[in-house]
Each structure stands twice: as structure tokens, then as C-alpha cells.
């Protein structure tokens, strides 16, 4: 079965505890149409701690990722000027992806709440680490988050390489038409290209007079973090390759790491509900905006790791300051709060959510599929 819809809960629900939480049932309220549908559950999510920061975890993940990427940086040396160093490119790619999905809690206040260490962890994972702009990157998921799913107001589903709606295949010709057309079969070999696009975006945002930098300082602090990435990163190559086995390796390194992002975010909104599709889908409360725009995917602690908690979409949109590891503790409570409210909660299993989100990205080239074969 593709997509779950969970029936109203037959017996009280208990909410999952967070470490050195009391543990006590907690009854859902009941669904009412009148005042806040979120207010109850987040009561319920902050009194049983689930909302408190876990420094240390974060803390002994990035000393773990930092470790890793040493690692392979040792491997190369070790390899020196040989072929034999490109397999470590998959290494770094998957860590390369732990260290975005740091960079993405930061910006959501999920491992401190000091704003002054979230936004240098931010910075050093995400500029020096990844060579993408922090400011960027927070203004554009923001906007997101706000939004989801929204074609007017969500930037992650506005018309540009992909597109997510039919009418917004409309003029679209030539190159663009033909990625249209064959959006879901190109999804996967598309991706290869968001590691290096995530630079590229960052960069011009960088330089744009409009961009979300605010002062100078800001500026120069983004721009001095960016230059040491692409300097050292570069630098790091050409020091144990030759150039064509560096830019070899940086190649497959950036595929590789987009493709896992690519994996990572798919299945999270794509082909569920729009509120632009519907009249009432700008008066939506916040639980009702996230939970039907959200899918959730089954599994276990390696789907967690894999896909850096993302897979909690809906929890993750309803909390976004919750730290990663307490995604899957508040589930069971969110889960029961949509049944008794009637709202559906689609959670999935790993290969039907690609199947769901492709499926859709397929459906709706359609048209220009239908043009080409008259």
C-alpha cells in the first residue's frame, strides 16, 4: 500500500518521551473546528521535552563527520596520484551530505538556541564546508517552510528546470520542453548537477544587490568563507592528483552528493496537496498547511541516518526547531492528533515515495508528451 491514511485511534495515546522526560499518557484532544488545531499538540510535544536541544548529540555527529572527512583526506594522500583515489569520493559525498543536513538544523535553531553559535555552525557548515551561502540557503527554506507547496509562494516548486503543475508547462519549448516532457525518467540524472548548482545559486545570490545579505559585514563574511572553501577545496585536490584525476574526482564527488540530497528531499512534498488548488488553501492553520503538503517515510535507524531525519517531513514542518532525534519520539502523537481531527497523514514506505513523487512529476509533462505524439 502506497499511502497510509490513518484511521481515528481506538485506544488513548502515548506520546514517545524524550530522554529524562516524565513519561505519562497523554490523551489527544479531541478535534475541534474552533481556535487553534496545533495549540493542543504543541503543548502536549513542548511538556514532554521534545522540544529542548540535544548540543551533545549534535556535538559527537559533527566530531564523527569532521573524523570522516579527515579520513578521506588521509586516503588521498595516502593514494596519491593514482585512479585508485577516486572510490573515495563516495565517502565524501555521504559526508558531504551529513554535513548539509547540520547546516540545515542549525538554520532552524534545532541544535541551540544561542543565535550566535547557531549561525557560525551554520557558516562553517555550510560556506566553508559545502561553498554554499548560508543566507541563501535560510531565506530560500524559509520561504519554504512558510509556504510549502504553495506554487505562488514556495520557491522549491516554481517553475525552473522541473515543473510541478500543468499549467506551468505552458510555452515551454525547445530544451526546457523537452526536460518537461521526460521530467520523471531525467529526475535522478537531473540531480547529478545539485551539488554544483547549490554553489552556483549561492554565488550569485552572493553578488545580486537584492540578495538576502543584509550589511557589508555580512557580505564579507559569507564571500571570505565561500573563497577558502573553493581555495582549499581546489587546493586539497591538485595537492595529491594530477588535474584530470581531480577534476575526476570533484565531478563524481559533486554528482554522487547530489544525487543523495536529490534522495533526501523528492518524496517530501512532491505530489501531495496544493493549497493554491484550493479556494480555502490560504486560510489554512498551520497544522493543516504542513501535515497535507508533508509525506513521511517508513524505516528504520538507517533510513534516519540516510535521509537526516528528513523522512519526519511532517513532524519536522510542524516542529522546525525540534532537534532531528526527537522526530521520530513525537510521531506517535502527531499521528493520533491528525485522527482525531480527520486530517490525513501520509506516511509511505522508501521505494513507493519515489514511485508517488515521480509519478507525479510524470503526469504532469503529460500534455507536452500529448503535443509531441499529434
Not at 36 to 51: H, K, T
Not at 74 to 93: E, H, K, N, R
Not at 161 to 169: D, M, S
Request: net charge positive; hydrophobic share 45%.
Amino acid at each position: 500500500m502506497s499511502q497510509a491514511t490513518v484511521p481515528p485511534p481506538a485506544v488513548t495515546p502515548v506520546l514517545a518521551t524524550a530522554p529524562g522526560a516524565a513519561s505519562a499518557p497523554v490523551v489527544t484532544p479531541p478535534a475541534a473546528r474552533t481556535g487553534s488545531e496545533f495549540a493542543p499538540l504543541l503543548r502536549v510535544v513542548r511538556e514532554q521535552g521534545l522540544l529542548e536541544r540535544r548540543p551533545w548529540w549534535y556535538t559527537r555527529g559533527i566530531a564523527v563527520n569532521l573524523l570522516g572527512i579527515a579520513a578521506v583526506v588521509a586516503g588521498l594522500a595516502l593514494t596519491g596520484p593514482s585512479w585508485w583515489a577516486l572510490p573515495l569520493a563516495v565517502p565524501l559525498a555521504l559526508l558531504s551530505a551529513r554535513v548539509a543536513f547540520v547546516g540545515h538544523d542549525a538554520g532552524h535553531a534545532q541544535i541551540t538556541t544561542d543565535r550566535r553559535i547557531g549561525r557560525i555552525v551554520q557558516l562553517v557548515h555550510a560556506n566553508l564546508l559545502l561553498g554554499m551561502s548560508r543566507d541563501w540557503w535560510n531565506d530560500k527554506h524559509n520561504r519554504h517552510h512558510a509556504h510549502p507547496n504553495h506554487l505562488d509562494k514556495d520557491p522549491d516548486v516554481a517553475a525552473d528546470i522541473l515543473v510541478f503543475a500543468e499549467h506551468q508547462t505552458t510555452g515551454r519549448t525547445g530544451l526546457r520542453g523537452f526536460l518537461t516532457r521526460h521530467q520523471a525518467r531525467l529526475f535522478f540524472p537531473l540531480t547529478t548537477l545539485e551539488g554544483i548548482a547549490l554553489k552556483v545559486y549561492g554565488v550569485r545570490s552572493l553578488l545580486a544587490q537584492d540578495g538576502p545579505c543584509r550589511t557589508r559585514r555580512e557580505r564579507f563574511v559569507e564571500g571570505g568563507l565561500l573563497l577558502a572553501h573553493f581555495t582549499g577545496y581546489t587546493a586539497l585536490l591538485f595537492a595529491f592528483l594530477t588535474p584530470a584525476q581531480a577534476l575526476a574526482f570533484a565531478l563524481l564527488h559533486h554528482m554522487l552528493f547530489g544525487v543523495h540530497l536529490g534522495m533526501a528531499f523528492a518524496p517530501n512534498h512532491k505530489g501531495m496537496e496544493r493549497p493554491d488548488e484550493h479556494p480555502d488553501g490560504d486560510s489554512w492553520g498551520h497544522l493543516r498547511r504542513q501535515v497535507l503538503t508533508s509525506r513521511n517515510i517508513r524505516g528504520g535507524a538507517l533510513t534516519d541516518w540516510f535521509l537526516g531525519g528528513l523522512n519526519y517531513q511532517i513532524e519536522h514542518h510542524l516542529f522546525p526547531s525540534m532537534p532531528r532525534p526527537h522526530l521520530r519520539l513525537a510521531q506517535s502523537a502527531v499521528r493520533a492528533h491528525c485522527a482525531a481531527l480527520g486530517v490525513p497523514y501520509t506516511e509511505t514506505g522508501f521505494v513507493d515515495s519515489y514511485r508517488e513523487a515521480l509519478g507525479h512529476l510524470h503526469e504532469v509533462g503529460a500534455p507536452l508528451r500529448s503535443e509531441g505524439a499529434e
